[in-house]
């Protein structure tokens, strides 16, 4: 029937006459696609005729002509893309055919015009002609199918796969991938990706990263660069492509097949490959979506919570949610405190039964030990990973005024969600501990840079815990402050310039100084007070008084000499206590003088040490030879049982505040003699002259100047 029609003739004299001519005839075939383009009707019956013909050719084997057929078919398509709905059926039938012959040559060819065919179409006729619909989802899934091929003949093996993953990088890159039921496309491209990447000895993400460029426009046929790891980036990339096209609904869309192979090719562990594909999702997702990662993971976490026991699963999702939270990705939109109350209340569930595993287990082979290790770790890991970025204003405060709140500092529950209050509130710590230790790497070139930092205020609610009726919780607590304020001080500021800079200016500042050093004189006092609570007391003391210099310093005299009072008044009265709260006072001058470079205040605490070291009224946990072999002693019983000497050595006050006073680079510019800072390390804590004599220096911010240290 098209024998005398137009469109017949000028597609059957593009076919070569003679045997051995490759490929169709330029001028005939430049005819033909001028016809088509001028009159875009005759399309239709174009593709008919070439469908009717490619079918019977390929029942015939006549390679030749099928791969004629195949430029020809190319050849419309670019010069005909504006009509290409018109014959677009009968494209993806002679495609489908081609494809299922077998041959190499003709399926590299195949590929090549379907990733033409990709690039011009939209999708529009997808779900509106049901039949093409369903033949050209069966194409995809043929070359879906041969994207894990595994042909007794290495080569052809590695050739047909990397034919497949050129089809589906085209195919994730066509506009027509969202056009339809996006659901359904993604069901036959993703799983020819995840098992590819699930096979390759590198991790997903780096290979999504590198800088080896792939080509899918390049045969895979004759290659002398065709190998397995060209393939497992050509899958990474194709990956990449289509995650960093979801908005997201289709976020959710597309980690579900991810999440069910995993599942069903039990892939959650060791966590490798599930941590490295959500960080290559992580990373090519859009800005403004990565933060629905981190939902859809929690969601994955709460539908596990349910079940109390550890699984395999429960631990790599609590890797990557880790992975993620501590990568220097920001996560723009995300819930900062919605975010911490699951990841705490996880924490909280996985340690039901359970103590919170510090060491990574000894066994290797224990893997229930070895899941919960992740999953604790990982929690607490994460919640850290809260302070890494910052997206707004007083986010640290509130992340960590959260966990300080779960401190219960004032309850007298024995438990708390389960879990008795001392292991609870270690938890908390730890915590905290990471918050405070991520916060200070923090990106100084956030947007919110100036303000991203803990306030001494948000640790007001918790100081109390110094005092707690469990020595480990206030040694823990002391410990995990004292950190906060190394990490927060600015070696800087202790250098004076001449003369000292004023850190001590700020309200909250004063009302978290003094909240600490009235907690401290009551925390000496209770009979509880060991010696892990010596060591936590003095280290807190120290790092309190650097992080304010010489405010630091000027303030906590008068408190120090209180302690030694203390001591010489026998409040404090077992006699290897009285040594160590009386060695506290003088290692505390000592690292005063040291700061300020105040050799004569060293050369007078070095005597009175030697002195009272000759006459055994110092504490060996102070004495760095003997120290060490004392350092399994908790009980002041235990300490020197033998010695029972009291202190009668102690230091001078006027000697030591007429060196710092005169000596010492802590006066004013205006106090050129030293007296109005003699009057002040002369003060009585706790008197009424304490809080009116010490008077704050005036500040660059007039709104936070106060005119007195009053006492909280």
Aim: hydrophobic content about 40%.
């Amino acid at each position: 029937m098209h024998l005398n029609a137009k469109h017949a003739t000028l597609i059957n004299n593009c076919y070569p006459e003679k045997e051995g001519e490759n490929g169709p005839r330029s001028s005939e075939l430049s005819y033909l696609t001028f016809y088509a383009s001028s009159r875009p009707v005759k399309l239709t019956k174009v593709g008919i005729f070439l469908e009717n013909k490619v079918k019977r050719d390929v029942a015939k084997n006549r390679k030749q002509n099928n791969h004629v057929s195949l430029e020809i078919i190319k050849a419309l398509i670019q010069s005909c893309h504006r009509d290409l709905n018109l014959f677009s059926k009968y494209v993806v039938k002679i495609l489908s055919m081609v494809l299922g012959t077998h041959d190499l040559d003709l399926m590299d060819l195949t590929c090549d015009t379907f990733i033409v065919f990709c690039n011009y179409h939209d999708g529009s006729t997808l779900g509106v002609d049901a039949e093409f619909t369903s033949d050209f989802e069966v194409l995809v899934q043929k070359f879906a199918d041969l994207c894990n091929n595994n042909n007794a003949d290495p080569s052809v093996g590695l050739s047909m796969q990397h034919i497949g993953h050129r089809a589906i990088q085209a195919a994730i890159s066509s506009q027509s991938l969202h056009a339809s039921n996006f659901k359904v496309q993604l069901s036959l491209i993703m799983p020819p990706l995840v098992t590819t990447l699930s096979t390759t000895a590198a991790a997903a993400n780096a290979l999504a990263k590198s800088d080896e460029s792939v080509d899918i426009r390049q045969s895979s046929l004759n290659s002398t660069t065709l190998e397995k790891n060209v393939i497992d980036i050509l899958a990474a990339k194709s990956a990449t492509i289509l995650f960093s096209q979801l908005n997201g609904a289709a976020v959710r869309t597309a980690l579900n097949p991810l999440f069910a192979f995993m599942d069903n090719k039990q892939k959650w562990w060791p966590p490798n490959f599930a941590v490295s594909m959500m960080e290559l999702v992580l990373e090519a997702l859009q800005p403004q979506n990565r933060y629905l990662l981190v939902s859809e993971v929690l969601q994955q976490l709460d539908v596990l919570a349910k079940d109390t026991t550890v699984s395999e699963k429960l631990a790599s999702l609590v890797s990557i949610l880790d992975t993620i939270l501590n990568a220097s990705i920001p996560l723009v939109g995300i819930s900062v405190l919605e975010v911490l109350n699951s990841l705490f209340t996880h924490l909280i569930k996985a340690l039901q039964g359970r103590e919170f595993r510090d060491a990574s287990p000894t066994d290797a082979s224990d893997s229930s030990a070895m899941y919960e290790y992740a999953i604790h770790q990982g929690l607490a890991h994460s919640i850290g990973g809260l302070a890494s970025q910052t997206y707004y204003q007083n986010q640290l405060n509130d992340v960590t005024g959260y966990v300080i709140a779960k401190l219960r500092a004032g309850t007298t529950l024995d438990h708390v969600e389960g879990l008795p209050i001392q292991e609870y509130r270690r938890v908390a710590l730890i915590c905290l501990d990471l918050i405070v230790a991520t916060s200070k790497d923090a990106g100084a070139e956030d947007e919110y840079a100036s303000d991203n930092t803990i306030s001494l205020s948000s640790w007001l609610p918790a100081i109390s815990l110094l005092t707690d009726r469990v020595a480990e919780t206030r040694v823990e607590f002391a410990q995990t402050l004292t950190r906060y304020l190394e990490s927060t001080t600015n070696e800087a500021d202790l250098t004076p310039e001449p003369y000292p800079k004023h850190l001590l200016n700020q309200h909250g500042d004063v009302m978290f100084v003094n909240a600490v050093h009235q907690t401290i004189i009551d925390w000496v006092q209770m009979p509880s007070f060991n010696v892990n609570d010596v060591g936590a007391m003095y280290t807190l003391l120290c790092a309190l008084t650097r992080r304010f210099g010489a405010d630091g310093t000027i303030r906590t005299i008068p408190l120090v000499f209180k302690l030694q009072s203390l001591v010489k008044q026998s409040v404090i009265k077992q006699t290897s206590r009285q040594r160590a709260m009386a060695a506290t006072t003088i290692e505390w001058f000592g690292m005063v003088a040291k700061m300020h470079d105040i050799g004569p205040l060293a050369d007078y605490l070095k005597g009175l040490k030697e002195d009272r070291v000759a006459h055994k009224e110092y504490s060996p946990i102070f004495l760095p030879e003997i120290a060490p072999t004392v350092a399994h002693i908790t009980q002041f019983e235990e300490l020197e049982p033998e010695n029972t000497t009291v202190v009668d050595k102690f230091l001078d006050r006027h000697v030591v505040v007429e060196i710092i006073s005169k000596d010492g680079p802590l006066r004013d510019e205006e106090d050129t003699h030293g007296l109005d800072l003699e009057s002040k390390l002369y003060v009585e804590w706790g008197s009424e002259a304490f809080g009116k004599s010490l008077s704050l220096p005036a500040c660059s911010d007039p709104g936070s100047r106060l005119t007195n240290w009053t006492q909280q």
